[in-house]
């Protein structure tokens, strides 16, 4: 569900005001790294900041502060609308077919986000773009649109409500919900915005972004700077500076122990 508009409004000014107390407390405009020494627990962290803002000198901007020079932005260009097609023909063309979000995500340059933003939904997107670019593509759109079935749904290795191997994030995180106590976390929020939510572990809070691949945080273009953990279904590449737990290591390591146990019994 989306946020209604004033919800948005509040947190864009909070953050305004958290930035401004930390600025006051300084004496002068704060730079990244001192707005997370001295922000209050309670306050949005940098992450959320950023992605909300989509830069810390904007959010400075926004609350009438003057950026550090070594904080000002390198110019990038705002992407189009025509981008986001072009983009999305390319992937189709290199699959060979329609992708859904989650092989969308791990191929293109761009999420699905923007794409929800200027069609209103991936659907409508997906539906829009074939219709009005069909010959942009090396194969018939009209029987594949927006479907990917063509493979079978791999049986999870052990017994749990969930059935089979997750093949998006959504699965992912419901994956982590049913194993997280024998993990040993506790889950304390999930939302829809960076980082995706809020664990605890022996007594520590820690923040958390869920993805199916380890490759798509950075196709995300999430921070690398962030201060948290990464819980994906399958660690396809290492990020320097950011933890990852990979639930399909977990699992399989689960069900090759279990594999060994009955092994060891039945020899008795």
Same mark, same amino acid.
């Given at each position: 569900?989306? $946020?209604?508009?004033?919800?948005?409004?509040?947190e864009?000014?909070?953050?305004?005001l958290?930035i401004?107390?930390?600025?006051?407390?300084l004496?002068?405009?704060?730079?990244?790294?001192?707005?997370?020494q001295?922000?209050?627990?309670?306050?949005?962290?940098?992450?959320?900041?950023?992605? $909300?803002?989509?830069? +810390?000198?904007?959010?400075?901007?926004?609350a009438?502060?003057?950026?550090?020079?070594?904080?000002?932005?390198?110019h990038?260009?705002?992407i189009?609308?025509? @981008?986001?097609?072009?983009?999305?023909?390319?992937?189709?063309?290199e699959?060979?077919?329609?992708?859904?979000?989650h092989?969308?995500?791990?191929?293109?340059k761009?999420?699905?986000?923007?794409?929800?933003?200027?069609?209103?939904? +991936?659907?409508k997107a997906?539906?829009q773009?074939?219709?009005?670019?069909?010959?942009?593509?090396?194969?018939d759109v @009209?029987? $594949?649109?927006?479907?990917?079935?063509?493979?079978r749904?791999?049986k999870?290795?052990?017994?749990?409500?969930? $059935?089979?191997v997750p093949?998006?994030?959504?699965?992912t995180?419901?994956?982590?919900?049913?194993l997280?106590?024998?993990?040993?976390?506790?889950?304390?929020?999930v939302?829809?915005?960076f980082?995706?939510?809020?664990?605890r572990?022996?007594?520590?809070?820690?923040?958390?972004?869920?993805e199916?691949?380890?490759?798509?945080?950075?196709?995300?273009?999430?921070?690398?700077?962030?201060?948290?953990?990464?819980?994906? +279904?399958r660690?396809?590449v290492?990020?320097?500076?950011?933890?990852?737990?990979?639930?399909?290591?977990y699992?399989?390591?689960?069900?090759?122990n279990?594999?060994?146990?009955?092994?060891?019994?039945?020899?008795?």
């Amino acid at each position: 569900m989306n $946020k209604h508009s004033y919800d948005i409004m509040d947190e864009k000014q909070s953050i305004r005001l958290s930035i401004k107390r930390v600025a006051e407390l300084l004496g002068k405009t704060p730079t990244m790294k001192e707005y997370k020494q001295h922000r209050r627990k309670e306050e949005f962290s940098l992450e959320q900041i950023t992605y $909300k803002y989509g830069t +810390w000198s904007e959010a400075l901007r926004m609350a009438k502060l003057e950026p550090n020079p070594s904080q000002q932005p390198p110019h990038q260009p705002k992407i189009t609308k025509q @981008d986001l097609i072009e983009e999305f023909i390319r992937v189709s063309n290199e699959v060979g077919k329609i992708p859904g979000t989650h092989l969308f995500r791990s191929k293109a340059k761009y999420s699905w986000r923007p794409y929800m933003t200027n069609w209103g939904s +991936w659907r409508k997107a997906v539906s829009q773009i074939t219709e009005q670019y069909a010959r942009r593509f090396n194969f018939d759109v @009209d029987s $594949k649109r927006a479907k990917d079935t063509s493979k079978r749904r791999k049986k999870l290795e052990i017994d749990l409500p969930l $059935k089979f191997v997750p093949s998006n994030e959504d699965e992912t995180v419901i994956l982590f919900a049913l194993l997280a106590n024998e993990l040993g976390f506790e889950i304390l929020r999930v939302q829809s915005d960076f980082p995706d939510g809020i664990l605890r572990k022996d007594g520590k809070e820690i923040l958390v972004e869920f993805e199916f691949l380890s490759s798509n945080y950075l196709q995300h273009c999430h921070p690398l700077s962030f201060d948290g953990i990464c819980i994906c +279904w399958r660690k396809d590449v290492d990020i320097e500076g950011i933890e990852i737990l990979s639930l399909e290591d977990y699992v399989r390591g689960k069900h090759n122990n279990a594999i060994h146990t009955d092994a060891r019994s039945s020899r008795r």
